[in-house]
């Protein structure tokens, strides 16, 4: 066993064929491409590659200090709710934020990986709040109304089941969450503003920025 360990250590780390790879297809498993970390890392949590198999290897970081969720409204309902097509019910679902979230602290590659914690118990609350007894694959997803990558929190209050369709719907609240973590972390937009508008509406957004341009 000890010879093993270390032939690992000593092995090469895998070099693509180019040096500039910048796709996963490039490389053989995840760890190699976390060692290069020159793909894309799409949603910001500084794993890349993590569709591809492993070995594995995720950045080693500390859980940031991000206090309390706080909600951006009083939560009033826990059952009954209703979805408005792709918008939560805001009696049930209007939004949180946890307090000490600023960009300084999300805006750090591999943010999102340390915060994530919506459990399956937590989703299948969620759920039943919403009264959906079954669903079909890839009908609903369970997501973060005011983005964990922009400060959001996992409160209950700040999740909903956003369906797929009809469309704009949680594929396209993806590009909204990428293009408002972008103006927030590389542009300085004022993302206390932005939170309120993506729990709001965040079609309009979706409008402003992919539409109409």
């Not at 360990?5 to 995840?30: E, G, I, M, R, W």
């Not at 993590?50 to 991000?66: D, F, Y």
């Not at 209950?156 to 993806?174: V, Y």
Request: with cysteine; charged share 25%; aromatic share 8%.
């Amino acid at each position: 066993m000890r010879f093993t360990v270390l032939v690992l250590a000593l092995a090469p780390a895998f070099v693509p064929a180019s040096a500039h790879a910048a796709v996963c297809a490039d490389f053989p498993n995840q760890a190699a491409a976390q060692r290069a970390h020159n793909t894309i890392d799409a949603d910001h949590d500084g794993i890349y590659c993590e569709t591809l198999p492993c070995p594995c290897i995720k950045p080693a970081q500390h859980r940031p200090r991000v206090g309390p969720p706080i909600a951006l409204q009083r939560r009033t309902k826990s059952s009954g709710c209703r979805l408005r097509g792709a918008l939560p019910d805001p009696r049930c679902t209007p939004g949180s934020r946890f307090r000490d979230a600023t960009p300084r602290v999300f805006c750090r590659s591999g943010y999102t990986s340390l915060l994530r914690n919506v459990t399956p118990a937590k989703e299948a609350t969620v759920y039943a709040e919403y009264g959906i007894a079954s669903h079909r694959p890839g009908q609903y997803e369970v997501d973060h109304l005011v983005p964990l990558e922009a400060g959001g929190s996992n409160s209950i209050a700040n999740l909903f089941p956003e369906p797929a369709r009809p469309r704009p719907g949680f594929h396209e609240k993806d590009r909204v969450e990428d293009q408002m973590h972008t103006r927030i972390c590389d542009d300085h937009a004022n993302f206390r503003s932005l939170q309120r508008q993506i729990a709001r509406d965040w079609t309009r957004l979706y409008r402003r920025w992919f539409e109409f341009g």
